[in-house]
């Protein structure tokens, strides 16, 4: 039985990075593989549940970074793990593995880069160094963020792969939960899903949904996810007086059936690596319109249309009211299996990646 150690250095909630580590748990062949994960500040209920206590709640990782690592090294070297594979973002992975050496643990050590910049500049900088000459193996969800991190060094693309039968799109679940939402079936909905950060922009996604409602006012705005910029965004949404028209549902578990709420899906993010929740929508068949900021391998689908974010916000609402046509609604379930993401075959290539590499022990 092989021991692999997984750890999210970002809070366990509900967002991209611990849905990914999540999505291949769940679907990971784990006959063989024995899996234990360390939990950054805190977990939701719904990951807690799912990994059966097999976890270790550490705290203040950037606060207290050396008694972090004296904690984590400690469950490194208790744990003889074969495998200790580190989710994040940038060269402050070097946390962790720092706690690696200090265990003095003969692991292989995995670094998996999940974005395209980070928000930690210098810190990442000054650590870059010795991060890069501190790990076995590397990990990106896509060439943009594995250029990002590793630069000239080689990696593994491992797709931020879905469930393809769970996000195709469902016409009764579509009709049930408009009806639960209080949206008529005539009404345009779009939508977005996502933490409410910098990063995500709802600023100027809320000012693409003021054009949009200029150009049909019989439209709504979804917007899933929880974050501390939520009320800064009610507060704007207060401001220009269209709080009937927009709907937070906070952080749900079953996205598929939102999906399947939308007419189309809105991201005009700063940066990603390569989102989820962009293969979740194209799954569903929601037209696509997101920032050029966003990787173009995110293009699964015709339905994806990159725009820039110096483009004014009626361009944006143009180009939604141009690209939909929920008559012309359908599934693109086998496309994106066939782009090679689909996450049964992702995590059958990440479990075997994982006896590879540890029999080179």
């Given at each position: ?14 967002n991209g990075m611990s849905n990914i580590i999540m999505n291949y748990y769940r679907f990971m062949d784990k006959s063989d593989l024995k899996f234990d994960f360390v939990v950054n500040s805190e977990i939701n209920d719904i990951y ?251 293009k699964l689908t015709k339905n994806v249309e990159f725009l820039s974010l110096e483009d004014t916000p009626a361009k944006w609402a143009d180009e939604i009211t141009k690209k939909v046509n929920p008559s012309d609604r359908k599934s ?30």
């Amino acid at each position: 039985m092989l021991k692999i150690l997984i750890i999210n250095t970002v809070w366990f909630r509900i967002n991209g990075m611990s849905n990914i580590i999540m999505n291949y748990y769940r679907f990971m062949d784990k006959s063989d593989l024995k899996f234990d994960f360390v939990v950054n500040s805190e977990i939701n209920d719904i990951y807690k549940n799912q990994l059966d206590n097999n976890y270790f709640l550490l705290h203040k990782r950037k606060k207290k970074p050396f008694a972090y690592i004296k904690k984590l090294s400690e469950i490194i070297k208790k744990g003889n793990y074969d495998v200790v594979h580190i989710h994040g973002n940038s060269a402050l992975m070097q946390i962790e593995l720092e706690a690696v050496k200090k265990s003095k643990s003969d692991c292989k050590v995995i670094v998996h880069s999940h974005n395209t910049t980070c928000s930690h500049m210098k810190l990442h900088k000054l650590l870059y160094k010795r991060f890069s000459k501190s790990y076995d193996y590397a990990i990106a969800c896509s060439d943009k963020a594995g250029e990002w991190l590793f630069r000239d060094s080689e990696y593994m693309v491992l797709k931020n792969a879905v469930d393809t039968d769970r996000f195709s799109f469902n016409h009764d679940a579509r009709s049930e939960f408009r009806k639960k939402l209080g949206i008529s079936e005539k009404t345009f909905v779009a939508g977005h899903v996502g933490l409410f950060n910098e990063q995500k922009n709802h600023t100027f996604l809320i000012d693409i949904f003021c054009e949009l409602q200029k150009k049909n006012p019989d439209s709504v705005l979804l917007l899933l996810g929880e974050g501390r910029l939520q009320e800064q965004i009610k507060d704007k949404i207060k401001q220009l007086k269209i709080e009937d028209k927009v709907i937070f549902t906070g952080n749900v578990s079953d996205t598929e059936n939102y999906y399947s709420v939308m007419d189309a899906f809105v991201m005009p993010s700063l940066h990603e690596g390569l989102p989820l929740t962009l293969v979740e929508a194209q799954c569903s068949g929601l037209p696509c319109i997101i920032s050029d900021t966003i990787t173009k391998s995110v293009k699964l689908t015709k339905n994806v249309e990159f725009l820039s974010l110096e483009d004014t916000p009626a361009k944006w609402a143009d180009e939604i009211t141009k690209k939909v046509n929920p008559s012309d609604r359908k599934s693109y379930d086998d496309e994106i299996a066939k782009h090679g993401y689909s996450i049964k075959h992702e995590a059958a290539k990440l479990s075997d990646f994982y006896r590879k590499i540890s029999e080179k022990r």
